[in-house]
């Protein structure tokens, strides 16, 4: 009883600490544990775990099967004693009975991963089909697993790739994407420990930073793309087509490395029976593969890194009728650069990217699997999202399963602000509203107004949806307008350095901000992730004297938000006042608004911009 009153004492404190910012339970005891720092830092204790993988598998379209074995060594640098591991196996998602949160039909289904074999520290153990478990698999392990020690697993291990493409599968009989297609060790973290929440094929995911070496045996005449370093294309790749590729690593000129006709003409890879593709990525949270004997292949590279003149390579793999995909390598070296040098203006920490026709419109490490649309600015809107992700969650570890507001949110952030340099401010605006917004602000059911840091692997619909997109975008954005770009950009890089190649949770994000503002920004983070608000704002009176005007604005909805206040005087001459959020800090349900001079006032406008208003009819006011 003494040391459970001990313990609740001491959340107590860190809650006094944190400045009454909720905190779970199990995060608070993170913090009082000291892996986890009320400055936004790391704590002093702070531990990641980390795996070494090897990994080979071998593909022979048109049939289905993948085959794969592997060598991980696990490392526990955590401080517990791990009596078992959890494996995490996400191609399970496709058998039937598995839990999903959509409908699918049958060819999405499949029997689902066989393990062939499974070896813990040369010991072969017994792996049984538990139905029980899906895509999360408790392995007891033969001698428990102590802090500082390693593990090492062997595992082999077949399936079939689904018919039905969407994040991963096939793109057609000789084209497959590969994703979540090894059994990994899944995370064990400072405040949940072992993640072991079922994949719905909705949430997406939460992995370690590792290190990888990966080989993929495919028949002459396919071309493998991967995440990471192709280690050998002068043994996969014919000499001209080697040459093409290098020559792409160190030009801005797009260079087309292996048509159509070149590739019908069965020339373009090495010519042995089987050719294996080479591939290494350390520090990286998983690994893709996308492989086809069909698909096109340009490539260029981009300065990414104004200081030190460093490259990195953009290339594409799609169908030559794919017409949008012909501008793909310019739409990604752009982003490139664009996100490297402006927003977050970081430069993109890989050596490549490659974007591949596909159906998913999805993000992996140095991968992206897009869409081909007739609407050149839509594929380049959704190539610029995806790519924008490679900050979070890839530089940054986020847990997307349950904060996808972490990710998602600033991806989609980033895309606006993108989208301001490529299209302008009227089309950014009117797309970003249309595309991520207009949903949730006029939908007024419950689900749409549950506080963003609601977690993501308890959400559905438009709940999941509009808190991890266009909700938390907002919130970073009228961050980004009431700090100023200045300070915004020095919090925001802050808290990247401290935690890329990490595991950042909420609560680092609002600490960090905190701590480098200067400011206590406690307020705004309760309004905007914590409580149940929405965006609606409403004048309520209009007062004038001898010597200014006083306008009277409420907060119906919660949310502070930034508006403008246009105003045209009687005398037919007209101003315009920026509000930033700061406005609702001292009270978050109504403020005051004082235009000096003696002037009357005509006619009052708060315009919300793309803080859409849910009721507009109360944005006006006109003088009798």
Same mark, same amino acid.
């Given at each position: 009883? $003494?040391?459970?009153?001990?313990?609740?004492?001491?959340?107590?404190?860190?809650?006094?600490?944190?400045?009454?910012?909720?905190?779970?339970?199990?995060? #608070?005891?993170?913090?009082? $544990?000291?892996?986890?720092?009320?400055?936004?830092?790391?704590?002093?204790?702070? %531990?990641?775990?980390?795996?070494?993988?090897?990994?080979?598998?071998?593909?022979?379209?048109?049939?289905?099967?993948?085959?794969?074995?592997? @060598?991980?060594?696990?490392? *526990?640098?955590?401080?517990?004693?791990?009596?078992? +591991?959890?494996?995490?196996?996400?191609?399970?998602?496709?058998?039937?009975?598995?839990?999903?949160?959509?409908?699918?039909?049958?060819?999405?289904?499949?029997?689902?991963?066989?393990?062939?074999?499974?070896?813990?520290?040369?010991?072969?153990?017994?792996?049984?089909?538990?139905?029980?478990?899906?895509?999360?698999?408790?392995?007891?392990?033969?001698?428990?697993?102590?802090?500082?020690?390693?593990?090492?697993? *062997?595992?082999?291990?077949?399936?079939?790739?689904?018919?039905?493409?969407?994040?991963?599968?096939?793109?057609?009989?000789?084209?497959?994407?590969?994703?979540?297609?090894?059994?990994?060790?899944?995370?064990? @973290?400072?405040?949940?420990?072992?993640?072991?929440?079922?994949?719905?094929?909705?949430?997406?995911?939460?992995?370690?930073?590792?290190?990888?070496?990966?080989?993929?045996?495919?028949?002459?005449?396919?071309?493998?793309?991967?995440?990471?370093?192709?280690?050998?294309? =002068?043994?996969?790749?014919?000499?001209?087509?080697?040459?093409?590729?290098?020559?792409?690593?160190?030009?801005?000129?797009?260079?087309?490395?292996?048509?159509?006709?070149?590739?019908?003409?069965?020339?373009?890879?090495?010519?042995?029976?089987?050719?294996?593709?080479?591939?290494?990525?350390?520090?990286?949270?998983?690994?893709?593969? #996308?492989?086809?004997?069909?698909?096109? %292949?340009?490539?260029?590279?981009?300065?990414?890194?104004?200081?030190? !003149?460093?490259? &990195?390579?953009?290339?594409? &793999?799609?169908?030559?009728?794919?017409?949008?995909?012909?501008?793909?390598?310019?739409?990604?070296?752009?982003?490139?650069?664009?996100?490297?040098?402006?927003?977050?203006?970081?430069?993109?920490?890989?050596?490549?990217?490659?974007?591949?026709?596909?159906?998913?419109?999805?993000?992996?490490?140095?991968?992206?699997?897009?869409?081909?649309?007739?609407?050149?600015?839509?594929?380049?809107?959704?190539?610029?999202?995806?790519?924008?992700?490679?900050?979070?969650?890839?530089?940054?570890?986020?847990?997307?399963? $349950?904060?996808?507001?972490?990710?998602?949110?600033?991806?989609?952030?980033?895309?606006?602000?993108?989208?301001?340099?490529?299209?302008?401010?009227?089309?950014?605006?009117?797309?970003?509203?249309?595309?991520?917004?207009?949903?949730?602000?006029? =939908?007024?059911?419950?689900?749409?107004?549950?506080?963003?840091?609601?977690?993501?692997?308890?959400?559905?619909?438009?709940?999941?949806?509009?808190?991890?997109?266009?909700?938390?975008?907002?919130?970073?954005?009228?961050?980004?307008?009431?700090?100023?770009?200045?300070?915004?950009?020095?919090?925001? !890089?802050?808290?990247?350095?401290?935690? !890329?190649?990490?595991?950042?949770?909420?609560?680092?994000?609002?600490?960090?901000?905190?701590?480098?503002?200067?400011?206590?920004?406690? %307020?705004?983070?309760?309004?905007?992730?914590?409580?149940?608000?929405? +965006?609606?704002?409403?004048?309520?009176?209009?007062?004038?004297?001898?010597?200014?005007?006083?306008?009277?604005?409420?907060?119906?909805?919660?949310?502070?938000?930034?508006?403008?206040?246009?105003?045209?005087?009687?005398?037919?001459?007209?101003?315009?006042? !920026?509000?930033?959020?700061?406005? /609702?800090?001292?009270?978050?349900?109504?403020?005051? +608004?004082?235009?000096?001079?003696?002037?009357?006032?005509?006619?009052?406008?708060?315009?919300?911009?793309?803080?859409?208003?849910?009721?507009?009819?109360?944005?006006? /006011?006109?003088?009798?």
């Amino acid at each position: 009883m $003494r040391l459970a009153l001990v313990s609740l004492l001491s959340i107590f404190l860190l809650q006094a600490i944190a400045q009454n910012l909720y905190m779970p339970r199990n995060v #608070a005891q993170a913090y009082l $544990r000291e892996t986890r720092s009320t400055t936004g830092k790391p704590g002093n204790k702070y %531990w990641q775990n980390y795996g070494r993988y090897t990994i080979s598998i071998s593909a022979q379209p048109p049939n289905r099967t993948i085959k794969g074995t592997e @060598d991980i060594a696990y490392y *526990n640098r955590s401080n517990d004693t791990l009596s078992y +591991i959890v494996i995490r196996i996400i191609p399970n998602i496709h058998r039937a009975g598995a839990v999903r949160f959509a409908p699918v039909d049958s060819t999405y289904l499949t029997s689902g991963v066989h393990i062939d074999s499974f070896v813990i520290n040369g010991m072969l153990q017994p792996w049984e089909e538990d139905y029980f478990h899906n895509t999360v698999y408790p392995v007891k392990l033969p001698a428990a697993l102590r802090p500082g020690d390693s593990v090492h697993l *062997n595992v082999a291990w077949h399936y079939n790739m689904s018919l039905k493409s969407g994040r991963e599968g096939m793109l057609d009989s000789t084209t497959f994407y590969l994703a979540y297609f090894y059994p990994r060790v899944s995370v064990y @973290d400072d405040y949940n420990g072992w993640d072991d929440v079922e994949f719905t094929d909705i949430q997406e995911f939460y992995n370690d930073f590792n290190d990888y070496t990966l080989s993929v045996s495919v028949p002459k005449n396919y071309i493998v793309w991967a995440t990471g370093t192709l280690q050998n294309p =002068d043994a996969v790749l014919q000499p001209l087509y080697n040459k093409r590729l290098q020559t792409s690593m160190t030009t801005d000129s797009v260079i087309h490395i292996a048509t159509l006709q070149e590739l019908m003409s069965k020339k373009v890879t090495a010519q042995n029976k089987m050719n294996t593709w080479r591939w290494k990525a350390d520090n990286i949270s998983d690994m893709t593969v #996308a492989i086809s004997d069909h698909y096109v %292949w340009d490539a260029s590279s981009v300065v990414v890194d104004t200081a030190t !003149h460093r490259r &990195a390579s953009m290339q594409a &793999a799609f169908n030559d009728t794919a017409q949008d995909f012909h501008h793909m390598v310019e739409f990604g070296k752009d982003a490139l650069g664009w996100l490297s040098r402006n927003w977050p203006g970081v430069p993109y920490p890989f050596p490549k990217m490659t974007a591949v026709q596909g159906y998913a419109d999805m993000e992996y490490p140095m991968m992206i699997n897009d869409s081909h649309t007739p609407n050149l600015d839509f594929t380049r809107f959704v190539a610029e999202h995806e790519i924008a992700h490679t900050y979070f969650p890839f530089y940054m570890g986020i847990n997307e399963t $349950r904060y996808p507001f972490m990710d998602e949110g600033w991806a989609t952030t980033f895309e606006y602000l993108i989208g301001l340099n490529d299209v302008g401010k009227e089309r950014a605006d009117d797309l970003y509203k249309n595309f991520r917004i207009v949903n949730w602000i006029y =939908d007024p059911s419950d689900d749409e107004d549950l506080p963003i840091i609601t977690p993501g692997n308890v959400l559905r619909g438009n709940g999941y949806g509009n808190n991890a997109y266009g909700k938390p975008s907002l919130a970073y954005l009228a961050t980004k307008d009431m700090l100023g770009d200045t300070l915004f950009r020095k919090c925001l !890089h802050e808290y990247m350095d401290r935690w !890329h190649g990490k595991h950042p949770i909420p609560w680092d994000f609002f600490f960090t901000f905190n701590d480098v503002s200067g400011k206590n920004l406690n %307020w705004f983070w309760n309004n905007w992730f914590f409580s149940n608000g929405y +965006i609606d704002i409403a004048i309520q009176n209009v007062s004038h004297n001898q010597n200014d005007n006083t306008i009277f604005v409420q907060n119906i909805g919660g949310f502070p938000v930034p508006f403008d206040v246009r105003i045209r005087y009687a005398d037919g001459t007209t101003d315009s006042l !920026h509000q930033t959020a700061a406005i /609702w800090s001292t009270n978050q349900k109504a403020v005051t +608004i004082t235009v000096t001079g003696s002037k009357p006032i005509q006619a009052i406008q708060l315009d919300n911009g793309i803080f859409m208003d849910a009721s507009e009819k109360d944005n006006y /006011w006109r003088g009798k």
